[in-house]
């Protein structure tokens, strides 16, 4: 499956994607491909090293003629997203990515792709070693856990990065060059409930919501895409009528993924059974032609299982399903500085009912610190009244635009001199990780540009071929460019 991906152009990134998704790289499980990045490196004869928390940097000389140029850092980071369809056999921390050529694009059988960052890892590796492509110093840095909590970019030192200008390889639209990006915080709210035993006379249920697209929690947070957590608490809200009991409940897996499916298991009396039930699919079918546009695969289904010995606590339920009902989700506010930019957002990302314990975790996303800061204390507030103890964790700054920046300059002219026409210079609403970067390294000047990629976190990731060349020639270009 993966060897007609070595026939793509170009061939040098293409054959270095393939290599590295031979090699699995969760999130905070990393150690495989550092040390695939420290053995590529060292291969090379290049000052290769990794730092303190895990980065790997690499540098490379000038080509001749460009001794005198400013040194470049390109920057990509070396983790990506696990997700897996529900009927896909697949262990990420073994096994390589399966990936297939169909219509344009590659992408993954039944599991994400990795092209975020993936893609960008590969340009970086294939400058490395080529000894044709004429370059500035070249400085490589790959980060660690850029995808739940940015740990990398975080505890990079202070002066080890030698560079003037940063090259960031993770954006995901091929027209684009990005100068600024959101910062987000973690918000979990949690709390205990009392167990209580399942009623003799009960029926067992389970719902299953599944489906739904997914995506990108930051870039596709306003398409309108079903959110798995939100469409089964709008289910379970008409439970309350007929005194359901909660025994199990489990709704999405990462901060940074929109919520693709829910599995909710319940007790309910013999005697609101069928009414119950008849009340969820009627509900279900509006919910379905609500979203039949955005979500055309959306499933709900409901089927019968054994009634659960022990079930939740009828006061902690109500508490859950009206907090995560009153509780914000999707597009906040849109930016009144740059049009059809989101400002701010927040995905509920996993909810978790099971043995006595509730975890709700969203991820908040704002351009503006306040205003993320705004939206973190309404969700707080909203999860406080209803019993949960809430914790901010892993907040991380956003990326100021700044239009008159040198390498922006470069890079516009570069774009209409190669493409006839003009970039979209933007800013997006996802996490780079610029915004660290750039608090560290103030006067290192930056921008961020990639090839493009669609449903990015999510099992329908692709990249497109022709898009992929149009980014590495954009990337040779602007390294001849730079003063």
């Not at 073994?94 to 059988?109: F, L, N, P, R, S």
């Not at 994400?112 to 893609?119: I, K, Q, S, V």
């Not at 000047?445 to 493009?452: A, E, L, N, R």
């Amino acid at each position: 499956m993966n060897t007609e991906i070595n026939k793509l152009e170009p061939k040098e990134v293409w054959a270095n994607f393939l290599k590295l998704n031979e090699v699995p790289r969760p999130s905070k499980k990393e150690e495989k491909v550092i040390e695939f990045m420290l053995d590529f490196g060292k291969s090379l004869g290049l000052e290769t090293f990794r730092d303190k928390i895990g980065n790997v940097i690499i540098r490379k000389p000038a080509s001749a003629g460009m001794e005198g140029k400013k040194m470049v850092t390109l920057q990509s980071h070396l983790d990506m997203v696990h997700q897996k369809n529900n009927d896909t056999v697949f262990d990420f921390d073994t096994e390589g990515i399966q990936m297939y050529h169909a219509d344009g694009w590659v992408k993954a059988k039944g599991t994400t792709l990795g092209a975020d960052n993936g893609m960008g890892v590969a340009a970086i590796m294939a400058l490395l070693e080529s000894e044709q492509i004429v370059h500035p110093p070249l400085e490589a840095l790959f980060t660690i856990d850029e995808e739940t909590g940015m740990t990398g970019a975080f505890n990079l030192e202070k002066g080890i990065l030698k560079g003037d200008v940063l090259l960031n390889l993770d954006t995901e639209e091929d027209d684009e060059i990005d100068i600024g990006c959101a910062g987000g915080i973690d918000v979990t709210a949690s709390r205990n409930y009392n167990i209580k035993e399942g009623g003799h006379g009960d029926e067992g249920i389970q719902i299953t919501v599944t489906g739904l697209r997914g995506g990108h929690s930051g870039m596709d947070i306003h398409k309108g895409y079903g959110n798995a957590n939100k469409i089964m608490n709008r289910l379970l809200y008409l439970g309350l009528d007929f005194n359901m009991r909660i025994s199990s409940l489990e709704g999405g897996s990462l901060r940074n993924a929109i919520p693709r499916e829910s599995v909710c298991k319940l007790n309910i009396g013999r005697k609101h059974a069928k009414k119950f039930i008849k009340r969820v699919n009627k509900l279900s079918d509006t919910i379905k032609s609500e979203l039949r546009f955005q979500e055309p695969n959306l499933e709900i289904s409901i089927s019968e299982i054994k009634p659960a010995k022990k079930v939740m606590g009828l006061g902690a339920q109500e508490k859950l399903i009206k907090t995560v009902y009153a509780t914000s989700n999707g597009v906040y506010a849109m930016s009144t500085t740059m049009p059809d930019l989101v400002e701010t957002s927040n995905n509920i990302a996993k909810v978790e009912v099971k043995d006595g314990h509730i975890t709700v975790a969203c991820l908040t996303r704002s351009s503006v610190d306040t205003a993320k800061l705004d939206l973190a204390n309404s969700l707080r507030s909203a999860f406080e009244l209803g019993g949960f103890n809430v914790e901010f964790s892993g907040s991380y700054p956003g990326w100021n635009p700044n239009p008159d920046s040198e390498i922006l300059s470069v890079a516009k002219t570069t774009y209409s001199d190669l493409f006839e026409e003009e970039p979209r210079v933007v800013a997006c609403h996802a996490g780079l990780e610029c915004g660290i970067l750039g608090e560290k390294y103030p006067e290192m000047d930056m921008i961020s540009f990639g090839p493009t990629i669609k449903g990015a976190h999510s099992p329908d990731e692709r990249v497109s071929v022709v898009s992929v060349q149009k980014f590495w020639n954009f990337l040779l270009e602007i390294l001849k460019r730079t003063s």
